[in-house]
């Protein structure tokens, strides 16, 4: 599938591995100029190289999204690089502590709290007003099912990726009209290095859990974000769109 992306410009957090690195390449493939941001300075040289190797654009940036500070840089990395930002995809995350939340350790709720949703916002606050100077454009969020129904063992991971949705509706509603496009997209499991602590009889599990008998993969994800961001999608905004193989429509 072709989308026209030819000249502008995104970027993309989380872009070192798994659903970010989808992202980011894909991107680039149809003409965007990308910047490949991840905590993991090898991760976003790796796929940087990958990018341009292939023929398309991209520069490298390391940013935890969890410090204000190194967020605002990814944004000025962009600028710098390119001229412009077009195109965000916020999609940096962890999945915490897997304890019921009467035994959560508060230390590993904060950072859970810090990157996936703090994380978000940091990105939204910078992102929007570039994109504004830009001429408009469209960001995507990256929720989860667990955004929108409840999982007993990720209480940290839930209330975050459910505080995405609704920054994400309620950001959408503040810039429509000045255009800009935000979404949200909820992927049910996907195999990615996100789930490397899971066991093969987890995962099993995890593959019941939805009704089209497999896990999602990355370039999946990837293309629903790309949809998010073209003109495909130009009557969509605040909305919620679910990428999980059929596991919430139980």
Same mark, same amino acid.
């Given at each position: ?18 659903? +970010?690195? %989808?992202?980011?390449? $894909? ?7 990308? @910047? ?13 190289? $990958? ?11 390391? &940013?935890?999204?969890?410090?204000? !500070? ?7 990395? &962009? ?21 019921? @939340? +009467?035994?959560? !350790?508060?230390? &590993?709720?904060?950072?859970?709290? !810090?990157?996936?949703?703090?994380? @978000? ?18 960001? #995507?969020? @990256? %929720? ?17 990726? /459910? ?20 979404? %949200? ?24 859990? /939805? ?10 994800? &990837?293309?629903? #974000? ?7 999608? %130009? ?10 193989? +059929?596991?919430?429509?139980?």
């Amino acid at each position: 599938m072709q989308y026209s992306f030819s000249g502008r410009v995104a970027l993309v957090t989380g872009a070192g591995s798994g659903i +970010g690195e %989808s992202i980011a390449r $894909l991107l680039a493939s149809n003409g965007l100029n990308v @910047v490949v941001s991840d905590v993991s300075a090898d991760n976003a040289q790796r796929v940087t190289s $990958l990018i341009n190797a292939e023929g398309g654009h991209a520069v490298a940036n390391v &940013a935890d999204v969890a410090r204000i !500070d190194e967020v605002q840089a990814a944004v000025a990395c &962009a600028v710098d690089a390119f001229g412009d930002l077009h195109f965000a995809v916020n999609n940096a995350g962890i999945s915490g502590d897997q304890s019921p @939340v +009467g035994e959560l !350790d508060p230390a &590993a709720w904060s950072r859970v709290i !810090d990157v996936n949703l703090n994380g @978000v916002f940091y990105g939204l606050r910078h992102q929007i007003p570039a994109i504004l100077r830009s001429g408009g454009g469209a960001i #995507v969020n @990256v %929720s989860s099912i667990l955004g929108v129904v409840g999982d007993a063992a990720n209480p940290a991971y839930v209330a975050a990726k /459910h505080a995405v949705t609704g920054l994400t509706r309620s950001a959408g509603l503040a810039y429509a009209s000045k255009g800009i496009r935000i979404n %949200s997209i909820h992927p049910g499991y996907v195999r990615t290095p996100i789930l490397d602590f899971l066991d093969e009889s987890a995962l099993q599990k995890a593959v019941d859990l /939805h009704p089209i008998g497999r896990l999602g993969t990355s370039d999946e994800i &990837a293309h629903a #974000v790309a949809f998010l961001l073209s003109e495909g999608s %130009s009557f969509l905004v605040g909305t919620q769109l679910i990428a999980d193989g +059929g596991y919430t429509a139980r």
